[in-house]
């Protein structure tokens, strides 16, 4: 099964995150601590970009192409560019300039991706095992004085039991930003090994309620269903 990166967790400090990922918030500015971000409430998050990789920029989630025209054709194509899959950015006319030359660093707690059984869907986190933040790879674009964002995506298996061959492109260092690499050294850094230093567990279903920001969309929860398939294999 397909899997894409729609929803994710940031609940860290302005000063936590300036350390982790070696860049800087604005005078001023503070990230919101979020235990749930939909891509479909186009929220602003901090990213690092490679026009500036020391600072950090809030961006739009769901990418606008600078050669859109007009407003309304803007309103429909965000909606379709919450994800890019990486082996087809160089081509698609919405990622390709920006893939050579506009790529970013999105910082998250954890992602969440769903497992279906019997007719359901269950939500599981996926998070490092360390419990450090992360950075997954992106591209931007500024478009009527508005930066905004996509998630890159790669073929790879998600840990524990999910059944899924997608993953997004996880980042050990900020060389995603350098714009002199070329397609085959990108391409070179998506198909690197990263699952292994992940975990999933399933959460509560309260991450399927509109809005919700609360501890518990993270906390593992237990299925009895769930429970007694893992017991067959």
């Known amino acids: 099964m397909l899997a894409m990166c729609f929803n994710m967790s940031l609940n860290r400090s302005k000063e936590y995150l300036e350390e982790r990922f070696g860049a800087a918030f604005q005078s001023g500015e503070r990230p919101e601590r979020n235990y749930h971000i939909s891509a479909f409430d186009f929220p602003f998050v901090p990213v690092i970009s490679s026009e500036d990789v020391d600072q950090f920029t809030f961006m739009q989630w769901g990418l606008i192409p600078r050669w859109v025209k007009d407003g309304e054709k803007a309103e429909m194509i965000k909606k379709l560019t919450h994800n890019a899959r990486g082996e087809t950015m160089f081509e698609k006319p919405s990622f390709r300039a920006s893939a050579l030359q506009r790529r970013c660093m999105i910082p998250m707690d954890g992602f969440f991706e769903w497992k279906e059984l019997g007719g359901s869907k269950?939500?599981?986190?996926?998070?490092?095992?360390?419990?450090?933040?992360?950075?997954?790879?992106?591209?931007?674009?500024?478009?009527?004085?508005?930066?905004?964002?996509?998630?890159?995506?790669?073929?790879?298996?998600?840990?524990?039991?999910?059944?899924?061959?997608?993953?997004?492109?996880?980042?050990?260092?900020?060389?995603?930003?350098?714009?002199?690499?070329?397609?085959?050294?990108?391409?070179?850094?998506?198909?690197?090994?990263?699952?292994?230093?992940?975990?999933?567990?399933?959460?509560?279903?309260?991450?399927?309620?509109?809005?919700?920001?609360?501890?518990?969309v993270i906390e593992k929860f237990e299925y009895p269903e769930l429970v007694s398939q893992q017991k067959l294999f």
């Open 122 to 216: 269950y939500p599981y986190y996926v998070k490092r095992k360390d419990d450090e933040a992360f950075t997954i790879a992106g591209l931007w674009d500024l478009w009527d004085n508005r930066c905004t964002f996509t998630i890159v995506t790669t073929e790879g298996v998600l840990p524990g039991d999910l059944d899924k061959d997608r993953m997004p492109v996880i980042l050990k260092d900020k060389k995603w930003l350098d714009i002199s690499l070329d397609k085959d050294e990108l391409r070179g850094m998506m198909k690197e090994p990263s699952s292994e230093v992940l975990e999933a567990y399933p959460v509560s279903k309260k991450i399927f309620t509109q809005g919700v920001n609360v501890p518990e």
